[in-house]
């Protein structure tokens, strides 16, 4: 079961909630990146990204604040890409959520502690963020879990 929340094209789309805890004193945002390297053999070669977020100011995302939340910026997901059916920016700025095709995969959920707001705007890409990170990030931590196919 994927869960109860889809979007029109039947995407999972309420997203995990995560607190952090002991970030840097100076930290003034979150960004993260929800991936799944192991889509590699499915995608042809690329991890799927499956949720971008940036400018986040507190330190706690309740579940589906993806959906609800307009105090933090969404970048675009993998659902946009050729293997994810194209499916429109504004349905890819959210969480895209899990649906591995084949196996058992493991997703990792980075978060980074950064020294500024980024300023990025709704729908960037992934490059644009670690572009905007670099040189502002003070810590980070990788969260790791297997959605576990039925």
């Known amino acids: ?43 042809g ?9 940036a400018d986040i100011t507190r330190w706690e995302l309740k579940e589906n604040e993806s959906r609800t939340a307009k105090d933090f910026v969404q970048g675009c997901n993998s659902w946009s890409s050729i293997q994810g059916g194209e499916q429109s920016k504004e349905l890819c700025c959210y969480y895209g959520g899990m649906t591995p095709p084949d196996k058992d995969h493991l997703y990792e959920l980075h978060v980074f502690a950064l020294d500024r707001i980024l300023g990025l705007q709704q729908g960037f890409y992934m490059n644009e963020l670690f572009h905007a990170m670099e040189g502002h990030i003070l810590d980070s931590f990788t969260l790791k879990g297997i959605y576990k196919k039925l």
Do not use: Q
């Open 45 to 53: 070669g690329f991890a799927w990204i499956h949720w971008l977020a």
């Open 1 to 43: 079961m994927r869960g109860t929340s889809f979007n029109e094209n039947g995407i999972p789309d309420c997203s995990l909630p995560f607190r952090v805890e002991d970030l840097p004193e100076n930290t003034k945002s979150l960004a993260l990146v929800l991936e799944d390297k192991d889509a590699y053999p499915v995608t």
